[in-house]
């Protein structure tokens, strides 16, 4: 029996993707804990490349079960988009299952987002596809869930409630048109039969699962900077991508997680607003940026680009507890004759290794830098750790040894057959 969990180990945007897909041949279970369509996640099979955004990406295994769990939230529209899609490239949805509990995207969250975002003052960044309010609603006790979406009469009175509470908000606060009770209801309605044959009870499934002795996969969204409690607050997600979260957002109790594998690219990128201490902002950014194709799965945005914080990595962790390291576009780095890494922050005149998650004190941090030698060679092609030039071995070992973390899997391209299995 094996519970493993997949958690970003930056700020995102790590390539979890491409882990879980390769963690998957041994799941019979890949259950998605947490955040919204705001999420996405790449894998390339044999040339073909598959977009996701809620569907967890192990449903590409043909033994997979794939969950949406319930700390995941669901935009009803965005999912409908994704299933056709995947439809379109074959494959095979039957093995999918929704939460009951899963909290719903409505229409009023995506705006309620969108008119806060147009705010100049206190702009956090985020994707405006409403997952901030969703949960606050979830928070608030007045949610929509996938329970009651599947029975008319329960939807009218839980909707009711919400716009009682959102609509005055929409008209007064931001001077919008209000949302009218009769429209949304009727669009709901045609959900509810798109939903309807995958619902499921998933925290009862998956503790079913494992007392059978089946092998489950938890996969995050998002990374560990952006926790609501011990990311770089209030420039965060709206719900837990760290491995604890993964036991809230699907019922597994702690004591079942049997491996914590963290996801960290071989440099550092962020999304949106907040502090970002190895921030690049010269060619050598926009060699790496280009070079990793560092664009948003979900909003095309162009992704900020740093050099690899292991301050921050070593924070993550912790945090975490990971039992295993999975390093990701580490080919990018191709080409550099010198490396740099973060070893050290200087705030306020003095030395820490201590990662500050509180967003005004990071902004206040200078990166000390340890400068390595880097390589010239092409190493996407390499399928063995001994394969990799001499300097990118070390730079491997340079992390493992101040993480107290090992290294075990290394991507060196985009597809599947791109990794490298360290013993």
């Given amino acids: ?225 952006l926790d609501l409690d011990y990311g770089t607050y209030p420039y965060v997600t709206s719900s837990h991508p760290v491995a604890a979260g993964a036991c809230l957002g699907t019922g597994v109790a702690p004591n079942r997680l049997t491996e914590i594998w963290g996801v960290a690219k071989a440099y550092t990128t962020r999304v949106g607003e907040g502090p970002f201490p190895t921030e690049l902002h010269d060619t050598i950014g926009e060699r790496i940026r280009n070079r990793g194709r560092e664009y948003g799965t979900t909003t095309g945005r162009a992704r900020r680009v740093g050099w690899l914080d292991l301050v921050a990595l070593r924070y993550a962790a912790r945090v975490n507890g990971f039992t295993h390291l999975a390093l990701t576009l580490l080919d990018v780095l191709s080409g550099f004759e010198t490396l740099k890494v973060c070893t050290a922050y200087r705030w306020r005149g003095k030395e820490t290794r201590e990662f500050i998650a509180d967003a005004h004190q990071l902004a206040q941090c200078e990166p000390l830098y340890t400068e390595l030698d880097g390589w010239m060679e092409d190493i996407s092609g390499c399928r063995t750790f001994d394969e990799l030039p001499p300097n990118a071995r070390r730079y491997i070992h340079f992390i493992e040894e101040y993480l107290n973390t090992p290294v075990k899997v290394i991507s060196v391209g985009p597809g599947r057959e791109q990794t490298i299995l360290v013993e």
């Fill in 1 to 225: 029996m094996s519970a493993i969990v997949v958690v970003g180990a930056q700020w995102g945007d790590e390539a979890k993707g491409k882990i879980v897909d390769l963690l998957a041949q041994r799941a019979r279970y890949v259950a998605r804990y947490a955040g919204g369509s705001n999420a996405g996640h790449t894998v390339c099979v044999h040339g073909t490349t598959y977009k996701f955004h809620l569907v967890p990406s192990g449903i590409l295994h043909p033994q997979v079960t794939a969950v949406i769990a319930d700390g995941v939230v669901l935009d009803l529209r965005a999912f409908e988009i994704e299933l056709a899609a995947l439809q379109q490239q074959g494959v095979d949805l039957s093995r999918l299952r929704i939460g009951q509990g899963v909290h719903l995207t409505m229409p009023y969250h995506r705006l309620l987002d969108e008119l806060e975002e147009s705010q100049v003052e206190g702009r956090i960044g985020t994707t405006k596809r409403g997952i901030g309010p969703t949960y606050a609603d979830k928070a608030w006790r007045i949610g929509v869930r996938v329970a009651d979406l599947m029975e008319r009469e329960r939807l009218v009175q839980r909707v009711q409630r919400v716009l009682r509470r959102r609509n005055p908000t929409i008209e007064r606060v931001y001077g919008a048109k209000p949302i009218t009770l009769d429209t949304l209801i009727e669009e709901l309605a045609r959900y509810a039969e798109l939903l309807r044959p995958y619902v499921c009870d998933a925290p009862h499934l998956l503790m079913n699962a494992l007392e059978q002795g089946e092998p489950i996969l938890m996969e995050g969204a998002q990374g560990t900077l």
